[in-house]
């Protein structure tokens, strides 16, 4: 008598992260499910949870305290302002081949398919280092070591909730509240229209002062590299790093070359 061979894996057994989840196919409750379990919210929870043990064992004054996390709520959107338009969108990480690695992961990726859920998350070793040197200094000065503690925390957590907004933008719902909805449209024109500015995810301040700030129908044509950020066929014969690893570039519609690969056409 045969054996009958196993039957094969079913996908949707797999562990949570071993596969792929994309925004728009996602509903709210699914997403909240999601973003607890992925490894960076984790890390963002756990390293805030020392800051408080750190602030506990060598605790700054109640002022200091709260003047340390002031100020780092109001550092945290210029300091992600600047990064997202002058590091993320800047056309000088790709040309450095060491640096190309982490355009591609940390932003790249995520305009190549902006619902795509597990590039939309930070990488660590480029979010908290920044997020350290951006506010526990200014927390140290205003508070010593508690004040540092209390600092990095607030940007922790403001990252926190950063990542999450960030994700509702990309989720296919329309917001109840009207702020909300704003926010959404303005980061979708971003993504979808002109990637040349709406640089903030939860705070259009800072776009507003740099002149960056626009709605839809202020800019009556879109951009032509929404997509690959200027990272084109031209540019890559140049500087071919984040071609290679990413298997070619794309410039279309996300969803439109999903649908071209599946019927075998080509971008």
Request: aromatic letters at 14%; proline letters at 4%; charged letters at 25%.
């Given at each position: 008598m045969t054996q009958s061979s196993p039957p094969a894996p079913d996908p949707h057994h797999r562990s949570f992260w071993k596969?792929?989840?994309?925004?728009?196919?996602?509903?709210?409750?699914?997403?909240?499910?999601?973003?607890?379990?992925?490894?960076?919210?984790?890390?963002?929870?756990?390293?805030?949870?020392?800051?408080?043990?750190?602030?506990?064992?060598?605790?700054?004054?109640?002022?200091?305290t709260l003047e340390a996390i002031v100020a780092a709520l109001l550092v945290y959107p210029l300091v992600w302002h600047l990064l997202h338009q002058f590091v993320l969108h800047g056309q000088w990480m790709y040309k450095i081949d060491p640096l190309a690695a982490t355009w591609k992961r940390i932003h790249y990726d995520h305009h190549q398919d902006p619902n795509h859920l597990e590039v939309l998350f930070g990488a660590l070793h480029t979010t908290v280092p920044t997020i350290l040197v951006a506010t526990a200094p200014i927390g140290w000065l205003i508070g010593g070591a508690g004040g540092a503690f209390a600092a990095l925390a607030t940007g922790i957590l403001t990252t926190c909730y950063y990542e999450f907004m960030h994700c509702i933008q990309h989720l296919s719902f329309k917001p109840r509240w009207k702020w909300v909805q704003f926010q959404?449209?303005?980061?979708?024109?971003?993504?979808?229209?002109?990637?040349?500015?709406?640089?903030?995810?939860?705070?259009?301040?800072?776009?507003?002062?740099?002149?960056?700030?626009?709605?839809?129908?202020?800019?009556?044509?879109?951009s032509e590299t929404v997509f690959n950020l200027g990272y084109t066929?031209?540019?890559?014969?140049?500087?071919?790093?984040?071609?290679?690893?990413?298997?070619?570039?794309?410039?279309?519609?996300?969803?439109?070359?999903?649908?071209?690969?599946?019927?075998?056409?080509?971008?």
């Open positions: 596969r792929s989840h994309y925004l728009d196919r996602m509903t709210l409750g699914e997403l909240v499910s999601a973003y607890f379990q992925h490894y960076t919210i984790m890390a963002y929870l756990g390293i805030a949870t020392l800051c408080v043990i750190g602030w506990v064992l060598v605790p700054a004054s109640p002022l200091a959404k449209q303005r980061h979708n024109e971003h993504h979808y229209f002109d990637e040349d500015g709406n640089f903030g995810i939860t705070n259009y301040f800072f776009d507003r002062v740099f002149g960056t700030f626009y709605e839809k129908k202020e800019r009556p044509t879109r066929e031209e540019v890559a014969a140049r500087w071919p790093r984040v071609k290679q690893l990413s298997g070619g570039i794309a410039s279309g519609h996300p969803r439109r070359r999903a649908m071209a690969e599946q019927r075998g056409e080509s971008d």
